[in-house]
Nanobody, 127 residues
Framework: QVQLVESGGGLVQTGGSLRLSCAAS????????MGWFRQAPGNEREFVAA????????YYADSVKGRFTISRDNAKNTVYLQMNSLKPEDTAVYYC????????????????????WGQGIQVTVSS
């Protein structure tokens, strides 16, 4: 497992942008597939985006496809979520998650597959 710390959240108007960062504590970060999830009040935690440990494979929820971009910098032990054209329905607590894997192309959309989680960060989009 790795310790994960999110940053970059906050309040933004509809149509605005934010970039979330998730810094990992361990040098094993480069062996982890990473994902972003979010949870709005009263809702279950849902998948947002995933990236393989190599960074070559990404996958998005339909609700954010074309607006959000996940990326990673293994030299900095950091994964990012660039969020553009934000909508009020994007308001949620965002969590990054990691899964140690030996497969450089592995990624997963399933919450239960991840073994490391950040504490979450609030993103609020005002209308």
């Amino acid at each position: 497992q790795v310790q994960l710390v999110e940053s970059g959240g906050g309040l933004v108007q509809t149509g605005g942008s934010l970039r979330l960062s998730c810094a990992a504590s361990a040098r094993t970060f480069s062996r982890c597939a990473m994902g972003w999830f979010r949870q709005a009040p009263g809702n279950e935690r849902e998948f947002v985006a995933a990236i393989s440990r190599s960074g070559y494979i990404t996958y998005y929820a339909d609700s954010v496809k074309g607006r959000f971009t996940i990326s990673r910098d293994n030299a900095k032990n950091t994964v990012y979520l660039q969020m553009n054209s934000l909508k009020p329905e994007d308001t949620a607590v965002y969590y990054c998650a990691g899964r140690n894997t030996g497969d450089s192309n592995y990624y997963t959309v399933r919450l239960v597959d991840y073994d490391s989680w950040g504490q979450g960060i609030q993103v609020t989009v005002s209308s």
